[in-house]
């Protein structure tokens, strides 16, 4: 079953050539997120942070779409960047993005692309069951829309394979991608932002978390530091785990730590990134510790701490 129908969504025509009525098609109840589409009411959660909240709805108004998706369309750029979870810097753009190789879709609340078939690679999400442009294609497509560190970011997250940390660690899933996909999809036609796209391509790297652990090692390595190790274990002198840091420079015993709300908000885990950081320190590790408005804000004083501790280090 289509994702769409799963969630109550349907078209008017299949409904009508079902035998439904056109007063129960219209009835007062059902939303009418698209033309020609009725839906369920959609439950909202308010205790979601907003971001996620509008994430959620963008996902929810691509299922419901999907119901109406021509054949040979996808899901793709933003809409497909949310699908696969890979970590937009924002999202001013609420609209759904579908691309077909025929004459593009039009419709109230999405953007049509007409895309030549050869430069997308189209895939079944394997959560929704949508039709999606793949990880390395959906980067590729977001090169006229998302430029410098972000661009990274986002290839970044497609070449990761999350783990659990540790000698006894695990990988949790593949990678979404690998950088021969990434190459590839850059290399096989003439694509918009090419250029950008390139250059990001040097820079991605395997085990970067998050967005701003993306920015936190750019921002060192274009200020002319040396560039950091990412997803690094530490052990301890008698071979015992101490525990993974988001950069560092083992040589020298630097560990940078990005602090997300999540780190403030959740007992927990402030509570582990306590005991991590006093173990660090034990073994001699100097933990430079650093928030968003550091990053976003004040980059300058984030690079200048991290100098200095190369500096006096070495």
């Given amino acids: 079953m289509n994702a769409g129908a799963q969630r109550g969504a349907f078209t008017v025509a299949d409904a009508r050539t079902r035998g439904m009525s ?46 109406r998706m021509n054949d040979g369309g996808c899901f793709s750029h933003t809409t497909a960047a949310l699908l696969w979870d890979l970590p937009l810097p924002n999202l001013s753009d609420t609209r759904v993005h579908v691309s077909t190789p025929g ?7 999405t953007v049509g692309h007409h895309v030549r078939p050869d430069l997308v ?5 394997p959560l929704f069951g949508v039709p999606v442009s793949d990880p390395a294609t959906t980067w590729a497509m977001l090169a006229p829309m998302i430029t410098g560190y972000d661009l990274v970011a986002i290839g970044d997250a497609i070449v990761r394979s999350p783990r659990v940390a540790g000698p006894f660690g695990y990988v949790i899933r593949p990678a979404l991608g690998d950088l021969d996909e990434l190459r590839r999809a850059v290399t096989i036609g003439r694509r918009i932002g090419a250029e950008a796209l390139r250059a990001a391509l040097e820079r991605i790297r395997p085990g970067v978390a998050s967005r701003t652990e993306t920015w936190a090692r750019l921002l060192l390595v274009d200020a002319g530091l040396p560039e950091p190790v990412t997803d690094h274990d530490v052990y301890g002198a008698a071979g015992e785990f101490l525990g993974c840091v988001d950069l560092a420079y083992p ?23 306590l005991e991590k950081h006093e173990r660090l320190m034990d073994a001699g590790w100097r933990v430079i510790r650093v928030a968003r408005d550091q990053l976003f804000r004040y980059p300058l004083q984030y690079v200048d701490r991290v100098r200095v501790a190369l500096s006096t280090r070495r």
């Fill in 22 to 67: 056109r007063r129960r098609v219209d009835r007062a109840e059902l939303e009418r997120p698209f033309y020609g589409v009725r839906a369920a009411p959609r439950a909202h959660d308010a205790a979601a942070h907003p971001f996620a909240r509008e994430r959620a709805a963008i996902i929810e108004a691509a299922l419901r779409f999907s119901v």
């Fill in 103 to 109: 004459r593009a879709p039009r419709a109230a609340g």
């Fill in 121 to 125: 690679r189209i895939v079944r999400h």
């Fill in 251 to 273: 040589e020298l015993r630097i560990a940078i730590e990005y602090e997300g709300d999540q780190h403030r908000t959740d007992a927990a885990q402030w509570q582990r990134d």
